[in-house]
Each structure stands twice: as C-alpha cells, then as structure tokens.
C-alpha cells in the first residue's frame, strides 16, 4: 500500500513544526506562529462557515453552521493560557463544536500576554459577550 495524501501532508506539517521548535531559544512570536499552525493538522468541518466580526472592539470570528439554530450560541475562549493561541487556532475545533451543537459558536480573540496582562483577557471575554 502506499501512503495517503493525508499521510504526506501530516508528515510534512510534523516536520515543519519539528523545525521550528527544535530551535533554542524560540521567542514568544515563533511560539505563537507553532501554536497556529496545529489547526493544519485537524481537518475542516464540512458544512461550517465562517465570518470575522467585531465583538464591540475585540477581535472575534464566528463558525456558523449549516442550518444553525440563529436563536442560540456558543462563546468559545481559545486555549493557550492568555499566552499563546488566537481564535485561528481554535477555528477548526470551535466548527466541529459548533456543528455537533447544531449552534453558532464565536471565537474570542482575546489580548495575550505578557504584552497585556491580566485582567485585559478577562475585559475581552466580558465585551465580547456583552
């Protein structure tokens, strides 16, 4: 059997990432710029759309779902501890949810730190969902 383009495509994003992190010393931006780039390893959410927006003044993306109940949504935080991480990191995986919930879901794209410390995540998710 040979290798699927699936197989040469994860094996490629591995090396990649393997890369960059094999570097001593990784700043804060190459970081962040791996942390992204682990949603090219998670497939994309048939049926899922998606739309960037402004949740009065923060950063936001939704994943709306064919056939979304317009009643009701999910407010998705990122992970990465306020450190790392953007709602681009969480776009595929907040699709999925989003679909499985037969729901909109809005991904926050909170300010990070060290640049902006806590509680300024906190004020983002409070804005965004107000």
């Known amino acids: 059997m040979g290798i699927s383009q699936q197989q040469r495509e994860f094996a490629e994003f591995q090396a990649c990432t393997s890369a960059k992190s094999g570097v001593p010393g990784l ?14 390893a998670s497939t ?3 049926g ?9 003044g923060v950063p936001a993306l939704w994943a709306i779902p064919e056939g979304a109940d317009p009643s009701k949504a999910l407010l ?16 595929k995986a907040a699709g999925h949810i ?8 809005l991904v926050v794209d909170f300010r990070l730190a060290p640049e902006h410390p806590y509680p300024a995540q906190l004020d983002d998710a409070e804005t965004a969902y107000r």
């Open 44 to 46: 994309e959410p048939e």
């Open 27 to 40: 700043d804060l931006a190459v970081v962040r710029d791996i942390i992204d780039s682990y949603q090219r």
């Open 76 to 91: 998705h935080f990122h992970f990465g501890g306020s450190v790392t991480a953007s709602m681009y990191s969480d776009r």
């Open 98 to 105: 989003a679909k499985a919930a037969g729901v909109r879901s």
């Open 48 to 56: 899922v759309g998606y739309a960037e927006v402004d949740a009065g």
